[in-house]
């Protein structure tokens, strides 16, 4: 089928182009707006019913003692010499071992992987990186410094300074459209990709303009635009905002899930109530509309996607459309049962599914 606008002159398609750009941007701006009024009206709320709470901020000044767990790894730094970035994480297992870089998403960091950082130790050296801009990892101060060229190239520098030029590549949420992006840019660098409640970019783009049921769940990424008031609106009654994506009924790990502990909590408020510590981390989204959609779309590699079907921001249809991106084997797990955050929520199934996919392709290869 030929594409739209084929047979249309130059000047033409031009004219056309840039009258869906326009609409795109209207679209974008107008989302934000709406998005920014109900930001608003919940503050006024909040403001009416509580005021003496709703400007309590409380900064940690001590980190709670899970994140110094010896049994989840050791602590290091590498400096990348071209953006003279220096990141954190955290590694575990030997050094030799085959790598398993683990990108977090929004917003969590290196602590999100605690469960796969125990798991995998016996057989991989298990990185669980903070994104540029989270925890300890240098946040530069212009949002330009977090496109997704800068994101993807941050992936590649860490792996060679690492001393290893392939890895098993695995992300969840924002970590998971990275490692979409880095499998496909530089596939030889991926050996197996797993990707945790995150479709293939290309999927993400097209259905949320189709479908309005996702482009409100996607809301947030709207309201990210703004300037400043987003970290606001986490900061206030203390990270409520926070507290309550994991915890609430509506985002939060359900019933059946591996709850955070108060503990748990304390390691994310302790993070992220830094000041200028949200800053980063929303700076990632506020660079999305300006590098979708993509030019290259083929994963080459085998892939694994692991989906929970509660996911409150996530339409588990594009869990499936995923599969005609990926040209080698392609396996697709939904847990009924599971939230948003998968590897938290259920992190003996994930480990046992990431294991299971693991051996299967390596009998493969062997065959």
């Known amino acids: 089928m030929a594409r739209p606008g084929a047979a249309c002159p ?27 009024c109900i930001a608003g009206l919940r503050l006024l709320w909040s403001i009416g019913r509580r005021p003496g709470e709703t400007f309590r901020w409380v900064v940690r000044e001590n980190p709670p003692a899970c994140l110094n767990d010896p049994s989840l790894g050791t602590h290091c730094y590498v400096r990348i010499k071209d953006s003279g970035l220096r990141f954190h994480y955290v590694a575990a297992g030997e050094r030799g071992k085959p790598l398993m870089l683990l990108l977090h998403g ?45 994101l993807i190239t941050d992936i590649k520098d860490i792996l060679e300074s690492l001393g290893y030029n392939k890895c098993v590549l695995i992300g969840h949420d924002w970590g998971g ?5 880095v499998a496909i840019c530089y596939p030889e660098m991926v050996t197996k990709l797993i990707v945790v409640n995150f479709p293939h970019p290309s999927v993400f783009t097209e259905y949320i303009l189709r479908h309005p049921s996702q482009l409100i769940k996607s809301g947030y990424y709207f309201f990210f635009q703004m300037p400043w008031f987003p970290e606001f609106m986490f900061t206030v009654n203390d990270f409520k905002v926070l507290k309550s994506l994991f915890t609430s009924q509506a985002t939060g790990i359900g019933r059946k899930g591996c709850r955070l502990t108060a503990e748990d909590i304390e390691a994310y ?37 692991l989906w929970g ?25 939904i847990l009924s049962e599971a939230s948003h955050w998968l590897q938290q929520d259920q992190p003996d199934i994930v480990n046992k599914l990431i294991w299971t996919f693991l051996k299967e392709e390596t009998t493969r290869k062997r065959e």
């Not at 326009?22 to 998005?35: E, I, K, N, T």
């Not at 992987?113 to 125990?118: A, M, S």
């Not at 459209?177 to 992006?181: D, E, P, Q, R, T």
């Not at 981390?281 to 993509?294: A, E, K, Q, T, V």
């Open 10 to 36: 130059p000047p033409a398609r031009r004219v056309m182009g840039a009258a869906r750009a326009l609409l795109f941007w209207a679209l974008v701006y107008s989302y934000c707006g709406v998005c920014a």
């Open 106 to 150: 929004f917003p969590e960091f290196w602590y999100s992987w605690r469960h796969q950082l125990r798991e995998f130790k016996s057989e991989y050296r298990v990185v669980a990186l903070d994104l540029r801009g989270y925890g300890e990892t240098d946040a530069p101060s212009h949002k330009e410094n977090y496109k997704l060229d800068c």
């Open 177 to 181: 459209m990275i490692a979409w992006l």
């Open 269 to 305: 408020l302790y993070v992220f109530s830094q000041p200028g510590a949200l800053t980063g981390p929303i700076n990632h989204y506020r660079n999305i509309f300006s590098c979708l959609p993509l030019q290259h779309h083929e994963v080459v590699m085998p892939t694994l996607l």
């Open 309 to 333: 079907e509660r996911d409150a921001f996530m339409e588990v249809e594009m869990a499936e459309i995923t599969r005609i991106y990926v040209k080698n084997h392609f396996r697709l797990t």
